[in-house]
Structures are given as C-alpha cells and as structure tokens.
C-alpha cells in the first residue's frame, strides 16, 4: 500500500516542479537583467562624474580633456559601441556673489546591446541609460 501512495505523490511532485522551474528560471533571468543594467547605469555615472570634475578644472580646456575622459571611460568598459550622446556645458551658478559658473555633463548609452535577454514583455528596460552631473567650476570666473 505505501508504494502505491508513494507513486501518487511522486508524480504531484514532477507536477509542482514543472510549475515552480519556469518561474524561478525567470525570476532568475530578471535578476540577471536588472543587475547587469545597473552595473552599466552606474558606469554611466561614474563617467558623467569623473567628467564633471575634470571639466571644472580651471585650465582652459577643461570640457575637451572631460570629453576625451569621458569617452576613454566608456570605451573601457564597451559603452562606446552604440554611440553615446556626450553633452558638457557652462552654466551659471544661481545667487553665487562671485560669479562662478559651473558644468553640467550629461551622457546618454543606448541599452539596445546591452540586454543579456532581450525579452521586453518579461523584463522592461529603458530605451537608454542616462547620467547628469552638475558641479561648481573651480577657480576664477572663466
């Protein structure tokens, strides 16, 4: 008799496992996804911070020497493949007596060849990745 039960039991559990694999596969396979585009969103950040600080530098070609670190950065870790958008600009620091001006850098990555599984229905992801730093430039008023 404790066979026969054994058997009955025994094909519940094939049953239950063949449910519960595909959603832990998934479930996996999303954590994979959103781990591996925000690992790449905070290269992103890093780029777009180490650019900021090296474009508020009071030499006079700050923005050219941030851009080139920019794309040195991103080009290291392979985000340079689908042409990233790389914007460094002076702004005006609102209320500073001194005058100073500031720089905001921003980036865009495309996401297109970044996704491991590029599955949109199951795991949504952004069009692109996007950093923007803003910091006081050092120095004068230049």
Known sequence: MNKIADQKYRGTMVVEAAIIFPVLLMLTLGAIEYGWLFLHAQMVTNAA???ARIATLPYGTAEADARLTINSMLAA?????????VNVTRVAIPGDPEGRMGVTVTISVPTANLL???????????????????????????
């Open 77 to 85: 870790v392979h985000l340079d493949d689908d042409g990233p958008t």
């Open 49 to 51: 911070r180490q650019g």
């Open 116 to 142: 491991i599984v590029n599955a949109p229905l199951l795991f949504p992801a952004p069009d692109t990745l996007r950093a923007t730093v803003t910091m006081a430039r050092e120095g004068g008023t230049t």
